[in-house]
């Protein structure tokens, strides 16, 4: 892959591997980033964060620990000391039997800065700014580590090693007045595209470098319109072989995928 960010302009298909290779270790969690990363080779890992009692920010989708871990309640009001004996991958055996590995039994909750460790500088990192209404100072704290692991110096960014993601324009924005470098993607829900005026679209395009839809919303049409405002198009979540095929024709960017290998088969087929 080759991205010149800012304006996240790359050279083939992006491959987020979303939530890690979900479709295939519990979401995540190491075993989902590594198959992801390492043996599939996606573009990007996927992160979405939240942020427990005691500031940490962890990897996790739900604002609630039961879905994903042995654990109930509310992630805000956990500390990672409590969030870190919690197992977070047997449910995905339950559920997933024909993918079951008894390594899944145990697997960590990871924290942001254990997932940056762990695959380093050069990997690349799609990271969601989830709920920022429940957790003030989502933002700086996500500055924070990026800071810590060097990935805030302008070349690293210029090359897209990190891109913020979020439901939340309010999140953007704010990341934007921090931080003005760091590549943005505005998510927007299921619909969205049938009410958004042009005008609303170019707003975005203020601040947002891409655009992440469902992919449920994206038609030929609206897709052209996208990128001639110039936005960098990245659906979710793509996991059909043909949906993949129907949005690479349109001309999107990239997507974000529970399959990544199928996704990479997809893409390289013309
Ligand atoms: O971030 C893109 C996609 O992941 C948005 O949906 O709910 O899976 O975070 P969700
Ligand atoms: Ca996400």
Redesign the pocket.
Known sequence: LSVNAKTLKHEEFMNVA??GASGYAPEHTFFAYDKGHYEIGADYI?V?LQMTKDGHLIAL?DEKLDRTTNGTGLVKDHTLAEIKQLDAGSWFNEKYPEYANEAYVGAQVPTLDEVISRYGKNANYYI?T?SPDVYPGMEEALLAVLDQHGLLKEGRLKQGHVLV?SFSNESLLKMHQLNSDVPLVQ?TSKGFMSSATEATLRQIKTYADGF?PSFQDLTKENTALLKSIGFEIHP??VNKEEDMRRLNDYGVDGV?TNYPDVYERISNEK
């Open positions: 979303h939530r996927e979405d989708h969601e989830k993601q998510l992440g979710y979540t974000f």
